[in-house]
């Protein structure tokens, strides 16, 4: 069983920047897709980005490309997302979740979800 646990949101200004990370307990193959969702009041989950536990490749939303940056640090069971250029639109709570079969995007297929940390990005 694997938990995961987010830390890093909070409330910035537009142009600010924050970094959220997600600790893992538990084993995770080399073959699993990290990601980052999230899910703003009243909207649907939303994908952010993704990162590949082994080889480390990433993709990102179109909505957050050259903004953010995926990473993961295996050693220390972590994943970053280190967000710049921060806009309102922004404002959701941020989970990271895991894909064992490492070959979906899709929130439904996810077999692991943290608890979320809020992050506000205020105009």
């Known amino acids: 069983q694997v938990q995961l646990e987010e830390s890093g949101g909070g409330s910035v200004q537009a142009g600010d920047s924050l970094r959220l990370s997600c600790v893992a307990s538990?084993?995770?193959?080399?073959?699993?897709?990290m990601h980052w969702f999230r899910q703003a009041p009243g909207k649907e989950r939303e994908w952010v980005a993704g990162?590949?536990?082994?080889?480390?490749?990433?993709t990102y939303a179109d909505s957050v490309k050259g903004r953010f940056t995926i990473s993961r640090e295996n050693a220390a069971n972590t994943m970053y997302l280190q967000m710049n250029s921060l806009r309102p639109e922004d404002t959701a709570i941020y989970y990271c979740?895991?894909?064992?079969?490492?070959?979906?995007?899709?929130?439904?297929?996810?077999?692991?979800w943290g608890k979320g940390t809020p992050v506000t990005v205020f105009a």
């Open positions: 990162i590949r536990k082994g080889a480390g490749t990433t």
């Open positions: 979740a895991i894909d064992r079969n490492g070959n979906s995007w899709d929130p439904r297929d996810m077999e692991y």
């Open positions: 538990g084993r995770i193959f080399s073959s699993a897709l």
